[in-house]
Each structure stands twice: as structure tokens, then as C-alpha cells.
């Protein structure tokens, strides 16, 4: 009887073991931030849907220097504000631009913004915003616009890799170029 004690009691014990090991490992995952899926879009510009805040930190521990807001503030409840997100990257001693983009047609104004904003901080640089199509799309249209940039095709074979689509921007990414080709009086 003694020895069928002695058993149950090791039989428990490793269950209990195994039980700690799991909660552990649960509570662990719970606590650990979200991954942050980023699509290259360059060597330096990189994609990503909306950021976590406790994702900061990876992303530095990942090698970006910059990151960049195209979400307009208030856009739904869930949504960190733009100061927060600045908060939280200069606390990691990374850069911060904010370029808000609203739905629908990308204004000139935000390309302009983006291109400045990437012209004058350091890469690696992470675009984002809520799914990261509209960081994709305007990128695309700053890619368009910059002396010596892509061709239309690989601008939007770029934007597709990343899970996104620019077709509905042809037009626009077409006259971009054409006004780069024209301005500068040879082809980019």
C-alpha cells in the first residue's frame, strides 16, 4: 500500500510539473508583444500594419532607426495616438515622423511629407499604418516622384510583394515619373 502511496504522490508530482511548466509557458506567450510583420519594400523601407506600443522595442532589437506614422489620429478606438507612438520610439532613441494619410486619394501633400520625412532620417525606416496599404501606396507614389527612381513596373511588383496593391495608381505613378523624366530633361 505504502508503495502505491509513494507512486500517486510522484504521478502527481509530475503532472503538477508539467502543469507549471505549461501555465509558465502560457502566461509567457501572453506577456510577450505581438510580432511586427514588415514587408521590405527597399533595402532601407519596410511596411507594417498598425504597431503595438509594447512592439517598440523589437523593432529596434530588428535594426530600424525610423519609424513612420501614416495613420491619422482618431481613426478608431483600438488605435494608439501618434504621440504615443512617438513617445514609445524616442524612448527607444529611434526616429519619428508623423505623416497622416486619409482614405481614399492620397493627397499630394502626404507624398510630399513622406518624401521629405525619408530624405531626412536614417534607415532602416518602417512605414506604417492600420493594414499597411496606405503606407505601401503612398510610398509608391514618393518612389514615382524621386529623381532616379523605379520604373513603374517595379514599383508596383514591389508594392504587391508586400501584400498590397497600387494597379488603381497607374495613372498617377505613370505621370510621377513622367514629371521626373521631364524636370530633370533625361530620363531617371
Same mark, same amino acid.
Given at each position: 500500500?505504502?508503495?502505491? =502511496?509513494?507512486?500517486?504522490?510522484?504521478?502527481?508530482? *509530475?503532472?503538477?510539473?508539467? #502543469?507549471?511548466?505549461?501555465?509558465?509557458? =502560457?502566461?509567457?506567450?501572453? $506577456?510577450?508583444?505581438?510580432?511586427?510583420?514588415?514587408?521590405?519594400?527597399?533595402?532601407?523601407?519596410? *511596411?507594417?500594419?498598425?504597431?503595438?506600443?509594447?512592439?517598440?522595442? $523589437?523593432?529596434?532589437?530588428?535594426?530600424?532607426?525610423?519609424? @513612420?506614422?501614416?495613420?491619422?489620429?482618431?481613426?478608431?478606438?483600438? !488605435?494608439?495616438?501618434? +504621440?504615443?507612438?512617438?513617445?514609445?520610439?524616442? +524612448? !527607444?532613441?529611434?526616429?519619428?515622423?508623423? *505623416?497622416?494619410?486619409?482614405?481614399?486619394?492620397?493627397?499630394? #501633400?502626404?507624398?510630399?511629407?513622406?518624401?521629405? #520625412? @525619408?530624405?531626412?532620417?536614417?534607415?532602416? @525606416?518602417?512605414?506604417?499604418?492600420?493594414? =499597411?496599404?496606405?503606407?505601401?501606396?503612398?510610398?509608391?507614389? *514618393?518612389?514615382?516622384?524621386?529623381?532616379?527612381?523605379?520604373?513603374?513596373?517595379?514599383?508596383?511588383?514591389?508594392?504587391?510583394?508586400?501584400?498590397?496593391?497600387?494597379?488603381?495608381?497607374?495613372?498617377?505613378?505613370?505621370?510621377?515619373?513622367?514629371?521626373? @523624366?521631364?524636370?530633370?530633361?533625361?530620363?531617371?
Amino acid at each position: 500500500m505504502k508503495s502505491i =502511496g509513494n507512486s500517486a504522490i510522484f504521478g502527481l508530482a *509530475v503532472l503538477l510539473g508539467i #502543469a507549471g511548466v505549461l501555465a509558465d509557458l =502560457g502566461y509567457s506567450h501572453w $506577456q510577450r508583444p505581438p510580432k511586427v510583420d514588415a514587408h521590405r519594400l527597399t533595402s532601407q523601407i519596410w *511596411v507594417a500594419e498598425q504597431l503595438n506600443l509594447a512592439a517598440i522595442p $523589437q523593432l529596434k532589437e530588428r535594426g530600424f532607426k525610423t519609424i @513612420i506614422d501614416l495613420r491619422p489620429d482618431g481613426e478608431a478606438a483600438d !488605435q494608439p495616438p501618434a +504621440a504615443a507612438v512617438e513617445s514609445a520610439v524616442r +524612448a !527607444q532613441h529611434l526616429h519619428f515622423a508623423y *505623416v497622416p494619410v486619409p482614405h481614399g486619394d492620397i493627397p499630394d #501633400a502626404a507624398v510630399a511629407a513622406l518624401n521629405q #520625412a @525619408i530624405a531626412t532620417t536614417p534607415g532602416p @525606416i518602417l512605414l506604417y499604418c492600420r493594414s =499597411g496599404r496606405r503606407a505601401a501606396r503612398t510610398w509608391s507614389l *514618393v518612389e514615382a516622384s524621386r529623381p532616379g527612381g523605379l520604373d513603374a513596373a517595379t514599383i508596383k511588383a514591389i508594392v504587391k510583394a508586400s501584400g498590397q496593391s497600387a494597379d488603381d495608381l497607374d495613372a498617377a505613378i505613370n505621370r510621377r515619373i513622367a514629371n521626373r @523624366i521631364s524636370k530633370s530633361g533625361t530620363a531617371s
